[in-house]
C-alpha cells in the first residue's frame, strides 16, 4: 500500500551514499518525508514543527557512518526523538496509601469512557484488586444502564444508588459520588472507578461538574479517555481537559482501528502527562498498558 518512511527515506537519500556527512542541503528531502509521514498519522503541527527542528539539529554534521546507512541514522534519531517525547517506560498507577483509591473518568461521549471504565476494572480484578464502579452520569439513564451491564459482565461491584426523583444536577452527582465511596469502604472495595457524563463538546457545565467531584473525591488518578480516530479534536480536547483538572494520565482508545497513533504523540507533548492504557476492541479485556516503542514504529508506518 504506502510505502514505509523507511522506503521513502532511503529515496531521499539515494544520492547521499560516499558524501562523508549529512549536511543541511542533503537532509532536505528527508526531513520533507518525515513531516509528511508525522502529519499523515496526525501529529499534531506545533509537535511536527519542534520535531523537525529536533533531528535538523541532531543529524546536521553526522558522519555517515559505515556501520548504519544514512537512512537508518536518520530514522534512529527520529526514533529516539518521539520515544523521548512519549517517555521510555510504561507509567504506573497510582494507587493511594489508605484505600480506597479513586479513579475519575474523564471524556467526551463517545470516547469510550463506560467501556474503558470496566476495562479498568477487569485490570484491576486481574491485578488481585475489589473495584467498585460507580456511574454519575445522572442526565443519561442509558450511560447508568450500560456501565451496569459492563460491571454484569465481569462480576464487578456496581454502586447504583437510588435517584430518589432528584433533578438532575451537580448535587445529585454529588451526592451519588459521596455515596459510591462510602459503600467501596463498607463492602472492602479498595478502588472506585468514577464514570462520568460525557458531552458531545466542550462545555463549561461538565467542567464544573468535574472540578466538583475532584474536590469531592481527592482522587489518586484523573483519566482522560480519548478516542484515538479523533486525532486533533482529541488533542484539543485533552488540552482543555488537563487546563481545568490537572489530569494525570490518558488512555487512548480504539487503536484497534487504523488511526496511526499520532494523537498519543501530541497529547503527551501538548499536556505533558503520560499515556497510561490503550483500548484495543469493545471487549473488556481489549485492554493494555502503553508501551511508548510500540506507538512509534506504529506512527513512523
Ligand atoms: P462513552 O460515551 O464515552 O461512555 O463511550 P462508550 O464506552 O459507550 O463507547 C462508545 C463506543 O465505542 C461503543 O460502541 C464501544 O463499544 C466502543 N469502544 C470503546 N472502546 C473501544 C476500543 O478500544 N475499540 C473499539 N473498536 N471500540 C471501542
Not at 40 to 49: I, M
Not at 133 to 142: E, Q
Not at 268 to 295: C, S, W
Request: proline share 4%; charged share 25%.
Amino acid at each position: 500500500m504506502f510505502d514505509t518512511l523507511s522506503e521513502k527515506l532511503q529515496r531521499a537519500f539515494k544520492n547521499l551514499r560516499g558524501q562523508g556527512t549529512i549536511t543541511e542541503e542533503n537532509i532536505g528531502e528527508a526531513l520533507r518525508e518525515i513531516r509528511v509521514a508525522l502529519l499523515e498519522a496526525d501529529v499534531n503541527l506545533g509537535v511536527v514543527k519542534e520535531l523537525i527542528e529536533h533531528i535538523r539539529e541532531k543529524a546536521v554534521g553526522q558522519q555517515v557512518m559505515t556501520a548504519l546507512s544514512p537512512t537508518e541514522q536518520v530514522v534512529k534519531i527520529v526514533n529516539d526523538e518521539l520515544i523521548a517525547i512519549l517517555g521510555k517506560d510504561t507509567a504506573r498507577f497510582n494507587f493511594a496509601s489508605r484505600p480506597p483509591t479513586v479513579i475519575l473518568m474523564a471524556g467526551l461521549q463517545g470516547s469510550g469512557k463506560t467501556t474503558t471504565s470496566g476495562k479498568l476494572a477487569a485490570w484491576l480484578q486481574k491485578g488481585g484488586h475489589r473495584p467498585m464502579l460507580v456511574s454519575v452520569d445522572v442526565y443519561r439513564p442509558a450511560a447508568r444502564e450500560q456501565l451496569k451491564i459492563v460491571a454484569g459482565s465481569i462480576k464487578a461491584n456496581l454502586y447504583e444508588g437510588d435517584l430518589k426523583g432528584e433533578n438532575p444536577g451537580p448535587d445529585l452527582v454529588e451526592r451519588l459520588a459521596r455515596e459510591a465511596r462510602r459503600d467501596a469502604v463498607n463492602s472492602g472495595c479498595d478502588t472506585l472507578i468514577v464514570d462520568t457524563a460525557g458531552r458531545l463538546a466542550l462545555d463549561d457545565d461538565l467542567m464544573k461538574e468535574m472540578e466538583r467531584l475532584k474536590k469531592l473525591l481527592a482522587p489518586q488518578e484523573i483519566l482522560f479517555v480519548a478516542d484515538a480516530m479523533t486525532g486533533q479534536d482529541a488533542v484539543n480536547s485533552a488540552d482543555a481537559f488537563h487546563k481545568r483538572l490537572a489530569l494525570t494520565g490518558v488512555v487512548l482508545t480504539k487503536m484497534d482501528g487504523d488511526a496511526r497513533g499520532g494523537a498519543a504523540l501530541s497529547i503527551r507533548h501538548v499536556t505533558g502527562q503520560p499515556i497510561k492504557f490503550i483500548g484495543t476492541g469493545e471487549r473488556p479485556d481489549a485492554f493494555e498498558a502503553f508501551h511508548p516503542d510500540r506507538i512509534v514504529s506504529r506512527i513512523l508506518g
